[in-house]
Nanobody, 119 residues
Framework: VQLVESGGGLVQSGGSLRLSCAASESIRSISVMGWYRQAPGKQRDLVATITSGGSTNYVDSVKGRFTISRDNAKKTVYLQMNSLKPEDTAVYYC??????????????WGQGTQVTVSS
């Protein structure tokens, strides 16, 4: 199982980026999809999650600026990030709770994508 992330980069404060994370074809079903981030010297923290039914949850610091969405047919989760701030700088990781044809439900992580916001 592979999760492939894309969309990170360098942006000025106030700018926008859109992250994508696509799961490999071996995944049969996905319940929860989420985005986490890890800044240098800090632990990995939750940013946002979305359930199979479309319910979303955000950490307070990104509410009103970030939007998580998913395309079940494409097995892809997105994170639209607007009004970016320097404190949003981190490596962003996607996570999916999923099952394949041969495994029970497990958590899978992407490789991470760097987001850098300059002031």
């Amino acid at each position: 199982v592979q999760l492939v992330e894309s969309g990170g980069g360098l942006v000025q404060s106030g700018g926008s980026l859109r992250l994508s994370c696509a799961a490999s074809e071996s995944i049969r079903s996905i319940s929860v999809m989420g985005w986490y981030r890890q800044a240098p010297g800090k632990q990995r923290d939750l940013v946002a999650t979305i359930t199979s039914g479309g319910s979303t949850n955000y950490v307070d610091s990104v509410k009103g600026r970030f939007t998580i969405s998913r395309d079940n047919a494409k097995k892809t989760v997105y994170l639209q990030m607007n009004s970016l701030k320097p404190e949003d700088t981190a490596v962003y990781y996607c996570k999916m709770r999923a099952r394949t044809l041969v495994t029970i439900e497990l958590d899978y992580w992407g490789q991470g994508t760097q987001v850098t916001v300059s002031s």
